[in-house]
C-alpha cells in the first residue's frame, strides 16, 4: 500500500468517460508575474532503492524539522525534478477508482466562465494515468491537497517516467511496516530554497530552507509614505473593493492553469472560489517534505491548489 | 427567583483527542525507553563475550524486535486514528463564538477589538510603474495580524516583512526586492474586518496607514512594531472610543497546559477565535499543539487566558494531525530588547 500526494496546480480529469489522469500544468517556463514551477517527486532517501532519473534533475534535500523547540531531527529527501512533458506512471493494479470528495471542494475548472480543456495540445509538463484506487482532498494549511491511495499493487512500487523516446524510472524499497509509503508529487515554486522561485530567475541556488538572519532594528524617525488620514491604496483593506486584477494578489498561481485551456487565457482564472477547501478535514501523514511545508512562517499561501473537473 | 445556573458548554472530543494524544506520546516513550534499556543490556553481555549463552542473546534480540514493532504499531495507531477521525479544531467568528474552546466568550468580548489585520495597499501597480519597478504579487493582499499595544503602536510579526516570502514577490526596483521599512509604508492596518454576530454580514473595516517600522526583528525573535497613523478624523486607532489596547505581561505568565487564546485573521479571513494549551516554553519561544492557526494568522497576539495579557506573537505554524507544534515569540524576549513595548 502506498500514497501519491499531490500538492500545488494539478488537474484531476477524472469525472469523465474517458482516460482518468492528473494533468500538471507547465510552470517551468516562468515569465511576466508567474515565476517557475517544479514538477518533482519528493522521496524521503531511506524508502529509495534505485533510479536512473537525469542526475541534473535529481537533488539530495536535507529537511530539518523542529520536533520539540529547539530540538531538531535532519531527514533526507531526494527531489525528482521532471524536466520534460512525460507520462508519469505508478504502479498499479487496482482498475476501479474511487472519488471520495474531490466534488466537494475543490475549485472546478469546468465551472469556470469559457474554460474548455485543451486535452490534446495543453501544455502539461507531465500527465498522470490514475486507473484505479482512491482519490482523496484533504485540507492542507490552510489549501488542499489530493491524495492516491493504492493499495493494490505489485512490489516494488515504481514510479515511470517517459515521453516515447527515453524512459527513466524510481524503484523503491519495499515498505517493513503496515504504513503506507509515502510519495510527494508537488507542482510549485521551489519551497525549500529561501529567496527562490521568484527569483529562481536570477541565479538562486540550491541551498536549503532556513529562516533569514537579521538582527534587531530600531527606527525612531522613519518617513511616512502616506498622510494621515489619506485612504489611497487602502480600499480593499476595509472590504469595500476586491483586489486590483493588475497586481494578480488574488488569484497569485492559479492563473498558470491557463496552460490547460483552449485558449490559454488568463483572465478565466483570476477568480478561483476556494471557499470549499474548508469541508476537508486534514491529512494524516508522515512525509518530511509535507512537515516542512506546514512549518513555514505563517503569511497567506497563494491559491496554489489541486482542481478538478 | 433565583438564576438557573447553566454550565458553560464543553469541549469532549478536544479534551478526548488531548487525552488520546498524551497517551500515544507517552506509550511512545515507553516504547523508546525499552529499546534504549535492550541496547544497553546487549551492550553490557556482549561485552562479557563468551560468558553469556547464545540463547540468553537471542532472547535479547526478539525483546529488542518486540520493542521496535511496539513503536511501529503505535505509529500505525496514531495514523490511523486520524485518518479516520481526525479533524482540528477550526477558529470561531469572533462574535458568534460558543464559547467552548477555552476562554469564554465575554474574554473574547473584551479582547477582540485591538486586533487588526496587516493589509497591502492596493494601489502597488501605480506606485510601481518605473520601467524598472515591478509590483510584485501582493497587491491588496491581506497579509498578517497583530494587536494595538499603545494608541498608535502595533504589535505584530517581524517576518511579516520580510523582503523574500516563499510563496510571494514584493514590490522590487531595478530586480531586487524592497528594504523591510518600505515594505511597512506600502501596508495599513484594518480593524474591525469581523463578521456582525446579529446579520452574519461582514462588518465594514476601519482603515489606518502603517507609517513607521518601528522596530524589527525576524530571526527565532521574530516581531515587529509599526507605527500607525489617523483616520480621516484625525482619531488614533487606540482611543478609548475606537479600539483600544492590549495590556502586554510583565510578570504572570503561563505554565505548560495553560490556557492560551489566540485572536487571529487566519488565511487573511475576517477575525477569528482560537484557544488551548501552552505545550512548552524555551528559549524566547511558546509552543502550543492545539491551536488552530493559519497562513495569515502571523502576529496574532497570544493572550493568556487568567489575565488577558499579550504573552507572545504567533509566528509560525507546524501543529499537525500527528504531531508538531505551532509557536509563537514569547513577550519576555521581545521585551528584552524593546525601547517600546509599554509597562
Known amino acids: 500500500m502506498y500514497t501519491v500526494s499531490f500538492v500545488g496546480l494539478n488537474y484531476f480529469n477524472a469525472c469523465t468517460t474517458g482516460e482518468k489522469k492528473v494533468m500538471i500544468p507547465n510552470g517551468t517556463r516562468a515569465g511576466g508575474h508567474m515565476p517557475t514551477h517544479y514538477a518533482s517527486l519528493f522521496i524521503e532517501a531511506d524508502h529509495l532503492d534505485s533510479d536512473d532519473w537525469w542526475s541534473d534533475q535529481r537533488i539530495r534535500r536535507r529537511i530539518r524539522l523542529e520536533v520539540r523547540l529547539g530540538e531538531f531531527r535532519s531527514v533526507d529527501v531526494i527531489e525528482f525534478r521532471i524536466p520534460k512533458k512525460v507520462e508519469l506512471t505508478f504502479r498499479c493494479h487496482d482498475d476501479t477508482l474511487s472519488n471520495v470528495n474531490l466534488d466537494d471542494g475543490l475549485p472546478k475548472l469546468q465551472a469556470l466562465a469559457g474554460f474548455k480543456l485543451d486535452s490534446v495540445g495543453a501544455d502539461t509538463i507531465a500527465e498522470v494515468p490514475i486507473p484505479g484506487g482512491a482519490i482523496e482532498a484533504f485540507r492542507f494549511g490552510s489549501s488542499a491537497l489530493v491524495r492516491w491511495l493504492i493499495e493494490k499493487h505489485h512490489d516494488p512500487i515504481t514510479i515511470t517516467a517517459g515521453d516515447g523516446e527515453e524512459t527513466r524510472r524510481i524503484t523503491l524499497k519495499k515498505s517493513d511496516c503496515q504504513l503506507p509509503t509515502e510519495i510527494v508529487l508537488s507542482n510549485t515554486i521551489d519551497l525549500l530554497t529561501r529567496g527562490n522561485g521568484h527569483s529562481q530567475e536570477r541565479g538562486a541556488g540550491n541551498g536549503h530552507g532556513g529562516d533569514m538572519a537579521g538582527a534587531v532594528m530600531h527606527s525612531a524617525a522613519m518617513q511616512s509614505g502616506s498622510m494621515p488620514g489619506d485612504s489611497m491604496g487602502m480600499a480593499a483593506a476595509n472590504g469595500s473593493d476586491n483586489h486590483s486584477s493588475v497586481g494578480y494578489g488574488n488569484s497569485g498561481h492559479f492563473m498558470l492553469y491557463a496552460k490547460l485551456d483552449w485558449d490559454r487565457d488568463e483572465s478565466k482564472f483570476q477568480h478561483p472560489d476556494l471557499s470549499g ?23 497567506p499561501d497563494p491559491p496554489c491548489v489541486p482542481t478538478c473537473c | 427567583m433565583t438564576e438557573q445556573f447553566i454550565p458553560e458548554p464543553y469541549d469532549r472530543r478536544g479534551l478526548a483527542k488531548r487525552t488520546i494524544g498524551d497517551l500515544l506520546s507517552r506509550r511512545n516513550q515507553v516504547a ?62 469572533v462574535e458568534t463564538y460558543d464559547g467552548t474552546l477555552g476562554v469564554s466568550r465575554e474574554f473574547v468580548d473584551k479582547h477582540e477589538a485591538p486586533v487588526g489585520q496587516l493589509v497591502w495597499l492596493d494601489d502597488l501597480p501605480q506606485r510601481y510603474s518605473g520601467a524598472n519597478d515591478d509590483p510584485g504579487t501582493v497587491n491588496g493582499q491581506r497579509w498578517g495580524t497583530g494587536a494595538l499595544i499603545a494608541d498608535n503602536l502595533f504589535l505584530t510579526a517581524g517576518h511579516c516583512f520580510q523582503p523574500d516570502p516563499r510563496r510571494w514577490k514584493v514590490p522590487s526596483h531595478n530586480g531586487t526586492a524592497i528594504a523591510a521599512e518600505e515594505m511597512a509604508q506600502l501596508m495599513c492596518v484594518c480593524f474591525n474586518y469581523q463578521r456582525n454576530g446579529a446579520t452574519g454580514d461582514m462588518r465594514p473595516g476601519a482603515v489606518f496607514p502603517v507609517l513607521a517600522l518601528m522596530e524589527y526583528s525576524a530571526t527565532d525573535l521574530d516581531y515587529a512594531i509599526v507605527k500607525l497613523g489617523p483616520d480621516a478624523l484625525g482619531r488614533l486607532p487606540g482611543d478609548k472610543e475606537l479600539y483600544g489596547k492590549l495590556t502586554v505581561a510583565t510578570k504572570h505568565f503561563p505554565a505548560k497546559n495553560d490556557i492560551l487564546c489566540i485572536i487571529q485573521h487566519p488565511n487573511g479571513s475576517e477575525k477569528k477565535v482560537e484557544a488551548g494549551h501552552l505545550m512548552d516554553t524555551r528559549n524566547g519561544r511558546i509552543a502550543y499543539n492545539d491551536i488552530g492557526t493559519f497562513g495569515g494568522a502571523s502576529g496574532s497576539p497570544i493572550l493568556y487566558e487568567k489575565t488577558g495579557e499579550i504573552v507572545g506573537v504567533h509566528v509560525k505554524g507546524g501543529s499537525l494531525p500527528i504531531g508538531g507544534f505551532n509557536s509563537g515569540t514569547a513577550i519576555s524576549a521581545i521585551r528584552a530588547v524593546s525601547k517600546l513595548i509599554p509597562g
Open chain 1, 277 to 299: 477547501l474548508k469541508n476537508f478535514k486534514p491529512l494524516p501523514f508522515h512525509h518530511p517534505y509535507l512537515a516542512f511545508l506546514c512549518t513555514l512562517k505563517e503569511v
Open chain 2, 32 to 93: 523508546l525507553d525499552l529499546g534504549a534499556l535492550d541496547t544497553n543490556i546487549t551492550s553490557t553481555f556482549s561485552s562479557e563475550g563468551d560468558q553469556v549463552s547464545s540463547s540468553f542473546r537471542g532472547l535479547l534480540d526478539r525483546r529488542s524486535a518486540f520493542a521496535h514493532d511496539l513503536g511501529l504499531v503505535d505509529a500505525q495507531i496514531d495514523y490511523t486514528l486520524h485518518d479516520l477521525c481526525g479533524t482540528m479544531d477550526d477558529p470561531q467568528d
